[in-house]
């Protein structure tokens, strides 16, 4: 089976750095995608990792470590247009699984 | 391109009644998904198609949703009879790849279904 466990919310200030924090159970792993999904709209891709390290694209960074299960996305110099919700998805046999979401907060 | 296209945006119908949602996926993209968000429930994946076979509708609830798609271009997702619990948000996605991989999924908007 699959599962993933994330926090369910998180709060930071404009500007700040956040890191969002995914663990995951796959049988057939083969890679953890993230998505940004804003109140009333339909989740966009951000990246995905299938080997382990640090991806970069602009603001967000994804994090990968296979022999831990584990991977974070990171948002460097917050903006209010961040505000969202974050899953971690990840991918095995075929299916991609969501996780439940993590819920950024940023205060001016 | 204009991405993925699902109609309709909102849908409101009685208990009983028959639903059907549809969906236009990107051209020249072979996999095609179907989710369901809930607040409870988070996003689950219902079924999805590969070169438009279905491959897996393990996670279609009940035989009251049924999933079709009958060319690369289009694909229904029907439910009947409608009960009230199945109110959510219907998401449709399309990939160039079944796993996602580096171009992800797309998404289309979504329709929310509300059945009274």
């Known amino acids: 089976g699959q599962s993933l466990e994330q926090p369910s919310e998180v709060t930071a200030v404009e500007g700040a750095i956040v890191q969002i924090n995914c663990t995951y159970q796959?049988?057939?792993?083969?890679?953890l995608s993230w998505y940004q999904q804003h109140d009333g709209g339909a989740p966009t891709f951000l990246s995905y990792n299938a080997l382990d390290g640090l991806e970069e694209t602009g603001r967000f960074s994804s994090f990968l470590s296979r022999s831990d299960s584990y991977g974070y996305l990171l948002l460097q110099e917050l903006q209010m247009k961040d505000s969202a919700s974050y899953f971690c998805?990840?991918?095995?046999?075929?299916?991609?699984?969501f996780g439940a979401g993590t819920r950024l907060f940023v205060k001016a | 391109d204009a991405g993925v296209i699902q109609s309709p945006r909102h849908e409101v119908t009685e208990m009983g009644q028959e639903v059907t949602l549809r969906c236009k996926p990107i051209?020249?993209?072979?996999?095609l998904f179907w989710y369901r968000q809930t607040m409870m429930r988070g996003l689950e994946l219902l079924i999805y198609f590969n070169n438009n076979v279905p491959i897996d509708d393990s996670g279609m609830p009940e035989d009251r949703f049924s999933a079709k798609m009958p060319n690369a271009s289009f694909s229904t997702l029907k439910i009947q009879p409608s009960e009230p619990r199945d109110s959510a948000v219907y998401f449709c996605a399309s990939s160039l790849d079944a796993g996602g991989g580096s171009y992800g999924y797309t998404f289309g908007s979504g329709t929310r279904l509300t059945v009274v």
């Open positions: 998805a990840s991918t095995g046999g075929f299916k991609t699984i």
């Open positions: 796959t049988s057939g792993f083969y890679g």
């Open positions: 051209s020249g993209h072979n996999s």
